[in-house]
């Protein structure tokens, strides 16, 4: 990603702003890097998306004060939305779409994105299947 140089002060503040969430990523184990990394590329994804809708600068600053709320997560194994479609032979787009219709159940993570916990999606994709086979040829 290019940045002009007036972007990059902005930029800047935005990885201060995250900064406690940046040093959680960087403390976690070796095994956990891949998605470590993942949110790191989401945090910059995040910072690209608000300087395309055309924010002002002096907006962004203001909008990354974060107020700290701690979020539960279910022990488990997760995939994110991008590796869901992969396994589904589906888009992301499809995966949301199902998502929202309540037909893939996923857990919206703050700050982090959505989620789906691998049963979840086990239970899904025998649903699907099941549901293909049933229907005359």
Known sequence: MELRPDQVQVFIEFLTAQECLLKRISSCDKEDAEQALNKVYQLIAAYGRKVREGKQSDKLAKT???????????HGNYFTVHQAAQI???????????????KLEALDLPE?????????????????????????Q
Not at 88 to 102: F, L, N
């Open 64 to 74: 990354t004060k974060l107020k700290i709320h701690p979020i539960f997560i279910p």
């Open 112 to 136: 982090l994105g959505i989620v789906i916990e691998v049963g979840k999606l086990n239970d899904f994709l025998y649903q699907r299947n099941s549901k293909s086979r049933s229907l005359p």
């Open 88 to 102: 589904c032979h589906a888009t992301s787009k499809q995966i949301r779409a199902w998502i929202r219709k309540g």
